[in-house]
Nanobody
């Protein structure tokens, strides 16, 4: 099993930036995929970005430009940076990991973009 703990959420003003961090309880070198998803009220959970063990990175639709994702296998973490935040970025952001074919999710961290 893998436990994932997210941090860094909160209330941010429009135009601001934010860094979310997710720490895995196991060595990230063995984890096939680590990524970030988000779920806004009344909407389905959607991919923000993910990084495979070999470093291959991809982002969800419309998630390029303002989003940066980075994985550090020595620290067992995956970080998400969001720039020029908009009210529509308001959502619960979830960390995901896939290990030996099993998907694990963090508890989520709320990001609210509002003035």
């Amino acid at each position: 099993q893998v436990q994932l703990v997210e941090s860094g959420g909160g209330l941010v003003q429009p135009g601001g930036s934010l860094r979310l961090s997710c720490a895995a309880s196991k060595s990230a070198q063995g984890i096939f995929l680590m990524g970030w998803y988000r779920q806004a009220p009344g909407r389905q959970r959607e991919l923000v970005g993910q990084v495979l063990r070999d470093g291959t990175t991809n982002y969800g639709d419309s998630m390029t430009g303002r989003f940066g994702i980075s994985r550090d296998n020595t620290r067992n973490t995956i970080d998400l940076r969001i720039y020029s935040l908009r009210p529509e970025d308001t959502a619960v952001y979830y960390c995901k990991a896939i290990l030996l074919g099993v998907a694990y999710w963090g508890q989520g961290t709320q990001v609210t973009v509002s003035s």
